[in-house]
């Protein structure tokens, strides 16, 4: 199976690497399945796009000051079989969300939006790891 770098549509800095990274732990546990570095190696490609990436204000405190944010990513990846050129799946719009809490300092709050992208990157890579599992396992 080959994982390409996936496309980023945001101004977020090394967001299609940290879903790379992810994406390659979760399948690295498979017994069953392969990463290959060459795509002209590889039976599978597994591709995707990071399409958004949102910070909208979720709860209010004293004075209107937002306590609690809610991080919304917007992305759509494809697994394909290369060599039928079947599309195994395709997720075309899917939205994952985490929230955190705004701190007072705003080093506390970089740190707490960082968690909670990297919630989202772990979880959404978890999904998609599973997904192909369960896919191959019906063919």
């Known amino acids: 199976m080959y994982?390409?770098?996936?496309?980023?549509?945001?101004?977020?800095?090394q967001l299609e690497s940290d879903i790379y990274q992810?994406?390659?732990?979760?399948?690295?546990?498979?017994?069953s399945l392969t990463i290959v570095n060459d795509k002209s190696a590889a039976?599978?490609?597994?591709?995707?796009?990071?399409?958004?990436i949102?910070?909208?204000?979720?709860?209010?405190?004293a004075n209107n000051i937002t306590q609690q944010?809610?991080?919304t990513l917007h992305v759509r990846y494809i697994l394909k079989d290369l060599d039928?050129?079947?599309?195994?799946f395709q997720v075309p719009d899917q939205l994952r969300t985490e929230e955190y809490i705004?701190?007072?300092?705003?080093?506390?709050?970089?740190?707490?939006?960082e968690k909670a992208l990297n919630i989202i990157i772990d979880e959404l890579s978890q999904?998609?790891?599973?997904?192909t599992l369960s896919t191959l396992s019906k063919l």
């Open 43 to 52: 039976d599978l490609i597994l591709a995707g796009e990071i399409i958004s």
């Open 22 to 31: 992810s994406l390659l732990q979760w399948y690295q546990r498979s017994d």
């Open 54 to 61: 949102d910070l909208p204000s979720l709860a209010y405190g």
């Open 69 to 71: 944010v809610k991080l």
């Open 84 to 88: 039928s050129g079947e599309i195994l």
């Open 127 to 131: 999904d998609i790891y599973l997904k």
């Open 3 to 13: 994982i390409t770098s996936w496309k980023n549509r945001t101004s977020e800095l």
């Open 102 to 113: 705004i701190a007072a300092d705003s080093s506390t709050t970089a740190d707490n939006e």
